[in-house]
């Protein structure tokens, strides 16, 4: 990309960048983007001055790395660019899709059921596994 290019452009227009699933990205993607808003903005200054946003669940998968080892693969993530200690981590408190329009008697079933898919995801529940194990499924979720 160079200056007074179209790209370039659009980035100046730009005001707010949003990278969906950032933690299963290479950090080089980052670290590219990083020095491209340098070369066409402010050199000086993360991404140009531009704000960015990296959403993603940290509970998910790292960065594939064919034939890595552990060290590789944690290598790769954004964690480990330069860019991670500008970063600062926003969490998600309240699942709205899940809860606007409903009664006050289902919100609390909807709250029980969120906080066992989290629990599922960090994996609290089925007791001790290496990989695999057995999850129990409420009845009151079951459809026969």
């Known amino acids: 990309m160079e200056r007074g290019s179209d790209e370039a452009k659009l980035l100046e227009k730009t005001k707010l960048i949003i990278w ?35 959403g993603g669940d940290f509970r998910q998968i790292l960065p594939v790395i064919k034939k890595g080892s552990r060290q590789q693969i944690v290598n ?38 969120s906080k066992w898919l989290l629990d599922i995801g960090e994996g609290k529940v089925g007791g001790p596994n290496e990989g695999t194990t057995k999850i129990e499924i409420p009845d009151d979720l079951l459809i026969e």
Request: overall charge positive.
């Open 20 to 54: 969906d699933e950032a933690l299963m990205t290479h950090k080089h993607a980052f670290q590219a983007l990083d020095k491209s808003c340098k070369d066409v903005l402010k050199p000086n200054s993360l991404f140009g001055e531009k704000v960015v946003v990296f």
């Open 76 to 113: 790769a993530s954004l964690c480990s660019s330069y860019i991670w200690h500008h970063c600062r981590v926003l969490k998600l408190t309240r699942n709205l899709r899940l809860t606007i329009g409903q009664p006050s008697a289902d919100i609390e079933e909807t709250k029980k059921f």
